[in-house]
Nanobody, 115 residues
Framework: QVQVAESGGGSVQPGGSLRLSCEAS????????MDWYRQAPGKQREWVAG???????SYADSVSGRFAISRESAQNTVYLQMNSLKPEDTAVYYC?????????WGQGTQVTVSS
């Protein structure tokens, strides 16, 4: 049973936009804090943005002002709108739902920013 699943990755030129989606099971979406992470080739996975179960939002400095995280209750989906993309945003993006000791990861979706 898939608990969280990402979609929406792809290839885009610098300055372009993409919107990632993370569909979660109903329980996870309602109760868990949801975050986006990314992992570039040869680098450690890094936190990108998060939205708590009370809709408190936070961003990594590297994406603040360019990325926006949001939740859509009707779809049990968390979105990551990515604007003004840079080559250094190239990575596999992962959705994570966590609450206490419980942690659920998606399979990841590739984002490539290149001219």
């Amino acid at each position: 049973q898939v608990q969280v699943a990402e979609s929406g990755g792809g290839s885009v030129q610098p300055g372009g936009s993409l919107r990632l989606s993370c569909e979660a099971s109903a329980i996870i979406f309602k109760l868990y804090h949801m975050d986006w992470y990314r992992q570039a080739p040869g680098k450690q996975r890094e936190w990108v943005a998060g939205i708590t179960n009370t809709d408190i939002i936070s961003y990594a400095d590297s994406v603040s002002g360019r990325f926006a995280i949001s939740r859509e209750s009707a779809q049990n989906t968390v979105y990551l709108q990515m604007n003004s993309l840079k080559p250094e945003d190239t990575a596999v993006y992962y959705c994570n739902g966590h609450l206490g000791s419980r942690n659920y990861w998606g399979q990841g979706t590739q984002v490539t920013v290149s001219s």
